[in-house]
């Protein structure tokens, strides 16, 4: 794989620099911020180290109208032109807004998905196995369900969630992962928010590390008094949703997206992450490897 490390790029074969690069994230910290004597710490463990000017690992180590393109290290605009975006977006000020147009859409799941606007459909809930209940996840892998009260398909491999087996599981169901344009559309809601439920962190409304703390919930509470977080069966906070009608974008497990970078790209936070005022918003973008990993489904319609 490849980190940045302040002005070096570490090409590792050991799994070191996930654990090191997922705790400072965990914190708050950005990849950038791993210093040149962590990156020569770290070179007897099978990396070697290379300068780089300004690289990025993830789309919080640049400005705020680029974003990183993982497999250069360079901070890019998202789109130059609407042809850069697809259907259903434009390209303003450099970046891809969706545009909600409207028109009918038969989604191929009726009774777990949504139209969005007559461009595309998603999963209500978080993927689901179809043996899955509100107790056990489940272990039947042939497809991805979207259901409510269940316990959501999600791992601390990464050999178990990547893009190949996110993208069978969808398909098995007739559907294909989202793309990240469209999975952060339907997280911003038609009110183009900050989390799916407002532009506020609130940690009484989607399931995330402080939600169950051990005093009364209140943002960032989880470092003050501690908490018994936990993941929860699909749809269990019913104000986590937004006017598209989907729940958990925000929360309980992470979401992988469909990209071609070659680099697993996760959305909306989980619920055993620090600092989720920040990870938990719509637009962050997590490249290295969380722990409670999972994904939802995508359709074009008809």
Request: net charge negative.
């Amino acid at each position: 794989m490849v980190a940045k490390g302040g002005p070096l790029t570490l090409r590792c074969s050991s799994r070191t620099i996930y654990l090191l690069v997922d705790s400072l994230q965990g914190k708050g910290a950005s990849a950038v911020l791993l210093s040149t004597a962590l990156a020569l710490a770290l070179l007897p463990l099978g990396c070697e180290a290379s300068p780089v000017e300004h690289g990025c690992a993830s789309d919080q180590d640049c400005p705020p109208d680029q974003q990183c393109n993982t497999g250069t290290g360079r901070c890019e605009y998202e789109c130059e032109a609407a042809e850069d975006c697809g259907i259903g977006f434009a390209c303003k000020e450099h970046r891809c807004v969706f545009e909600c147009l409207g028109g009918d859409l038969q989604c191929p799941d009726p009774d777990g998905m949504v139209a969005i606007c007559g461009t595309f459909c998603v999963d209500i809930y978080e993927a689901s196995r179809p043996d899955a209940t509100g107790e056990n996840g489940g272990t039947d892998e042939t497809m991805a369900t979207s259901r409510a009260g269940v316990i959501p398909w999600f791992t601390g491999n990464p050999t178990l969630m990547n893009q190949t087996a996110a993208e069978a599981a969808c398909q098995g169901a007739g559907k294909r992962l989202c793309t990240v344009l469209e999975w952060r559309a339907v997280c911003r809601g038609p009110d183009d928010q900050t989390y799916s439920y407002g532009d506020q962190y609130d940690p009484t409304i989607c399931n995330s590390i402080d939600t169950y703390c051990h005093c009364s919930p209140y943002p960032g509470c989880y470092e003050s008094c501690s908490a018994d977080f936990h993941d929860m069966p699909t749809g269990s906070f019913p104000d986590c949703t937004n006017g598209f009608g989907v729940f958990d974008f925000n929360g309980n497990v992470w979401e992988l997206v469909a990209t071609a970078d070659g680099v697993s790209h996760y959305r909306g936070g989980a619920y055993n992450c620090n600092n989720p005022a920040k990870l938990h918003c719509c637009d962050y973008d997590a490249t290295w490897n969380p722990l409670a990993k999972g994904f939802r489904c995508c359709a074009d319609g008809r």
